[in-house]
T-cell receptor, first 113, second 114 residues
Framework: GAGVSQSPSNKVTEKGKDVELRCDPI?????LYWYRQSLGQGLEFLIY????????KSGLPSDRFSAERTGGSVSTLTIQRTQQEDSAVYLC???????????FGQGTRLTVV | AQSVTQLDSQVPVFEEAPVELRCNYS??????LFWYVQYPNQGLQLLLK??????LVKGINGFEAEFNKSQTSFHLRKPSVHISDTAEYFC????????????FGTGTRLQVTL
């Protein structure tokens, strides 16, 4: 597509429920990144994919967070047993390789109530 | 590992005045440097980047930044701002060879008024 697409744009969930956030990167981009933007923590790196593998998961805050990427394209970030502190905007970015400019999606605003 | 410090959380400025948003970084390796802009309820848009070469980098919307290795700074400047420049600005750094894995500063809110 023309840009990085994320869905849903907004998600409200009850504490304890699982949520899935989706990212469609720019076609042909092999690298994909997830970031989290929250009031208390600013913008934080979560995970990096090169193709379907994730060589860097160092930013995932707990084992409730996981992500996968299939077909070298779409990625899903899953948060299990959501907590209120998970409320944030989750941003996805893609780049042609891991060493080039990253293009960001509009983000998914997650609110845990 | 890298870190970024944006000293000013908010910068108020009148339209047509010049502005400088400050950014300092820390890294044990060579770095790439970026400035991103975020308009309300939107994602991040790249303003400009320093990868190598000339230390004065020009970006979109009339912005420029200068890489100063000795002072580990990458301040963003614009000679004359417009109301439409009101947004959040983020400085970011990545390690050489990992240009897409970014470490961000906490952001500077630029508020332009008449």
């Amino acid at each position: 597509g023309a840009g990085v697409s994320q869905s849903p744009s907004n998600k409200v969930t009850e504490k304890g429920k699982d949520v899935e956030l989706r990212c469609d990167p720019i076609s042909g981009h092999t690298a994909l990144y997830w970031y989290r933007q929250s009031l208390g923590q600013g913008l934080e790196f979560l995970i990096y994919f090169q193709g379907n593998s994730a060589p860097d998961k160092s930013g995932l805050p707990s084992d409730r967070f996981s992500a996968e990427r299939t077909g070298g394209s779409v990625s899903t970030l899953t948060i299990q047993r959501t907590q209120q502190e998970d409320s944030a905007v989750y941003l996805c970015a893609s780049s042609i390789t891991g060493n080039t400019e990253a293009f960001f999606g509009q983000g998914t605003r997650l609110t845990v109530v | 590992a890298q870190s970024v410090t944006q000293l000013d959380s908010q910068v108020p400025v009148f339209e047509e005045a010049p502005v400088e948003l400050r950014c300092n970084y820390s890294s044990s390796v060579s770095v790439y440097l970026f400035w991103y802009v975020q308009y309300p309820n939107q994602g991040l848009q790249l303003l400009l980047k320093y990868l190598s070469g000339s230390t004065l980098v020009k970006g979109i919307n009339g912005f420029e930044a200068e890489f100063n290795k000795s002072q580990t700074s990458f301040h963003l400047r614009k000679p004359s701002v417009h109301i439409s420049d009101t947004a959040e600005y983020f400085c970011a750094v990545s390690g050489y060879g990992t240009a897409s894995k970014l470490t961000f500063g906490t952001g500077t809110r630029l508020q332009v008024t008449l």
